[in-house]
Nanobody
């Protein structure tokens, strides 16, 4: 079982940037597709971004494409989410996820995948 620990969340103003980090341990990091999801109050958890094992391919949900960038450092067992031009509607708890699969057109976590505990991002207008 992997352990994922997110960091980097906080309170920012609209238009600001944040960089989230996720440190992974317990499994061979470079063997898994990694990703980020978020959950706003009263809403379902939604996919944001995924990155393949080597970091050479990335995938984004339309609402964050062009503003958010996912990256990974396999030597440090970390995945990142750079968030630019933040909007109040980006306010949510952001979760790191390990072992994502593409099922049809939907990214989902595998049955053996792992979630982090989440980090709060709040964007004020």
């Amino acid at each position: 079982q992997a352990q994922l620990v997110e960091s980097g969340g906080g309170l920012v103003q609209a238009g600001d940037s944040l960089r989230l980090s996720c440190a992974a341990s317990g499994r061979t990091f470079s063997s898994y597709t990694m990703g980020w999801f978020r959950q706003a109050p009263g809403k379902e958890r939604e996919f944001l971004a995924a990155i393949n094992l080597s970091g050479t391919a990335t995938y984004y949900e339309d609402s964050v494409k062009g503003r958010f960038t996912i990256s990974r450092d396999n030597a440090k067992n970390k995945v990142y989410l750079q968030m630019n031009s933040l909007k109040p509607e980006d306010t949510a708890i952001y979760y790191c996820a390990q072992d994502l699969r593409l099922v049809g057109s939907r990214w989902t976590i595998s049955n053996l995948g792992s979630w982090g505990q989440g980090t709060q991002v709040t964007v004020s207008s």
